[in-house]
């Protein structure tokens, strides 16, 4: 939460569950299973918990609600550690990566349960071609109509959130061109993108209200916004952002999308506000984001040009320097700068599969190290 009320934050990702000798998705479907029943027995709910996905080689994890970035890093370690161990235990190797790199959809299971067989059932060809991986976080907002607010305000920033965290480069065993294929593969389902722009919580009732009266979605979570109100809990639920390969890469995202919420609530207290766009202006960025990741830059509409994403990165860690500090978190923030020196881990995919075909791999081979830095990435810092 945000003001005078407790900080709350909270984060989720998605892995793949891979066949480390075949670099392939987990072909035995009864392994999930297995796995998350290993992780859940080792993490109790007071550090988070261990989910299937839609598909049958997916684990999802969560963080317990977090008083702080640090605690978000503390608890996601521990999931993450817990994932790296059990996926061992059954022969299997987690990768924190948004697409597979050469996975075909048309040769994958989704999860036989309720609530997946009701969504492949309604979303039939487009359901189908969910490979992908996400990374979700949650900052506590009380107020109905301050979450509303702040709901159009930050919306401007999402393309920055999603440059910093691509990871999903390759598609079917394509080099895409793209730094975030998942962000195409996603927009095919109803209800995704940007979010709407409201005047007021009671106006957003209304509109979600007629969806759920005609019977189309049975509440809030089938709207697959870029960012949300979550339909249960009171926070604004960005969702925009591949998931990060490393985990200091996802703590920093997670940390900027916090400070920038806590700036945009204290200017609101001051009667002050960011300006709002045109979905038309954010969108044009948000392509840029999944298309060049933190490379050509975005567009500064206030200048009318596009800036150099460092140079973006820095405003916003001048704008959000009071808020690190009253949030904790300067040094995940800072962390930010780190990612583009290095690049995200669709930049540096893309690096190892290029170096592969430069050393005279064929095609196949390249694609498999691109499996083997994954792999390797996905446990960068975290003790297994």
Not at 182 to 202: M, N, Y
Request: hydrophobic residues 40%; proline residues 3%; charged residues 25%.
């Amino acid at each position: 939460m945000m003001g005078n009320a407790p900080f709350s934050i909270g984060v989720e990702e998605e892995y793949l569950l891979v066949d480390p000798k075949t670099r392939q998705l987990a072909s035995d479907t009864t392994l999930q299973e297995g796995v998350i029943e290993q992780v859940q027995a080792e993490i109790d709910e007071s550090i988070g918990f261990a989910t299937p996905e839609f598909l049958k080689a997916q684990v999802e994890v969560g963080t317990a609600v977090c008083g702080s970035v640090a605690d978000v890093h503390d608890k996601l370690l521990k999931l993450r550690s817990a994932v790296v161990r059990a996926a061992r235990a059954h022969g299997l190797a987690p990768i924190a990566a948004s697409t597979h790199p050469t996975a075909n959809w048309q040769k994958l299971q989704h999860t036989d349960k309720e609530r997946y067989n009701a969504l492949a059932n309604d979303l039939r060809g487009v359901a189908q071609r969910l490979v992908i991986c996400g990374m979700h976080v949650h900052v506590g907002i009380g107020d109905n109509d301050s979450r509303i607010d702040l709901l159009n305000q930050v919306a401007y920033f999402l393309p920055h959130l999603l440059a910093l965290s691509t990871s999903s480069p390759f598609w079917r065993g394509r080099n895409t061109g793209l730094m975030s294929y998942r962000i195409a593969v996603f927009d095919e389902l109803p209800r995704t993108g940007l979010p709407e722009h409201f005047e007021s919580w009671s106006e957003y009732e209304r509109h979600l209200n007629v969806l759920t009266k005609a019977g189309v979605i049975e509440d809030g979570s089938k709207l697959w916004w870029d960012i949300r109100p979550h339909c249960k809990f009171p926070t604004l639920e960005m969702r925009i952002a591949d998931v990060c390969t490393r985990l200091e890469d996802g703590i920093a995202v997670a940390a900027v999308y916090a400070c920038l919420l806590s700036m945009l609530q204290r200017l609101r207290r001051k009667n002050q506000r960011w300006r709002t766009y045109a979905n038309m202006l954010i969108m044009e960025n948000r392509w840029r984001a999944q298309r060049y990741g933190l490379k050509r830059g975005l567009i500064d509409f206030g200048l009318g040009e596009i800036v150099d994403y460092d140079e973006l990165l820095e405003e916003i860690i001048e704008l959000t320097r009071e808020d690190q500090e009253r949030l904790g978190c300067v040094e995940q923030v800072a962390h930010a700068r780190d990612i583009v020196k290095r690049g995200t881990s669709a930049h540096n995919q893309i690096a190892a599969y290029e170096t592969a075909l430069a050393a005279g791999r064929p095609e196949e081979d390249a694609l498999e190290a691109v499996v083997d830095w994954l792999v390797q990435e996905t446990v960068q810092g975290v003790p297994v």
